[in-house]
């Protein structure tokens, strides 16, 4: 079955400093993986995605099959970043046609 | 372009009672879902629906019932609630049935059951 980890529940960083959120996965195929964001009274939104090889806001997040991660780099953080950060993963659809899941969050905090 | 809109945004239950969330979404989206978010748990899929009328069971269903009888539209019930149902609910929509597809969402619903 799929399963996203996220090891840190909260992350603290001062203004400046890289940052790294760290997603590992299980999954046995080919997975398609995503960021998400939460800002603060905001509902969550898509940072951003593998396959677009895209960077979002300055971070960016490359897939290591290897190692089964998806680890979410800025290298100087900003106040403006303090969020959750959700990873996530897509499966190949199931009989009904959809397998999406989460991650447990990570809580950044960007300090002055 | 309202994009996804949650009714109630806060609601506070007593054991047994029943409710109904409502989910609205004006993209013309096929895929719509709902998730419960809880501390340390990160959000998880309670059901879903590829399309109007089809609706399907996600990670944590029970205790929950859902109706898509509009494409716009995706109803998320709880027929006599716990307080192990205390949460966040979010809803999503999706456009296309690809994997790659960005999920939007929606404000969110706070939820207590006492």
């Known amino acids: 079955a799929q399963r996203v980890t996220q090891p840190e529940k909260l992350l603290s960083v001062f203004k400046g400093a890289p940052v790294e959120l760290k997603c590992n996965y299980s999954?046995?195929?080919?997975?398609?993986l995503f960021w998400y964001v939460q800002y603060s009274r905001q509902r969550l939104q898509l940072l951003l995605r593998?396959?677009s090889r895209e960077s979002i806001k300055g971070f960016t997040a490359d897939l290591n099959k290897g190692e089964t991660s998806f680890h979410l780099k800025k290298p100087f953080a900003q106040e403006e970043d303090s969020a959750m950060y959700y990873c996530?993963?897509?499966?190949?659809?199931?009989?009904?046609?959809?397998?999406?899941?989460f991650g447990p969050g990570t809580r950044l905090s960007v300090l002055p | 372009n309202a994009g996804v809109t949650q009714t109630p945004k806060f609601r506070v239950l007593k054991t047994g009672q029943s409710m109904t969330l409502l989910c609205a979404q004006d993209?013309?989206?096929?895929?719509m879902y709902w998730y419960r978010q809880d501390p340390g748990m990160g959000l998880r899929l309670i059901h879903y629906?590829?399309?109007?009328?089809?609706?399907a069971k996600g990670e944590v269903p029970d205790g929950y019932n859902v109706s898509r009888l509009k494409k716009q539209n995706f109803l998320l019930g709880l027929e006599s609630a716990a307080p192990s149902q205390t949460s966040v609910y979010f809803c999503?929509?999706?456009?296309?049935?690809?994997?790659?597809?960005?999920?939007?969402f929606g404000p969110g619903t706070r939820l207590t059951v006492t």
């Open positions: 999503a929509s999706s456009y296309h049935p690809s994997r790659m597809n960005e999920q939007y």
């Open positions: 999954y046995s195929g080919s997975p398609e």
């Open positions: 593998h396959i």
């Open positions: 996530a993963l897509s499966g190949p659809r199931d009989n009904y046609g959809q397998n999406f899941v």
């Open positions: 993209m013309n989206h096929e895929y």
């Open positions: 629906s590829v399309g109007e009328g089809t609706t």
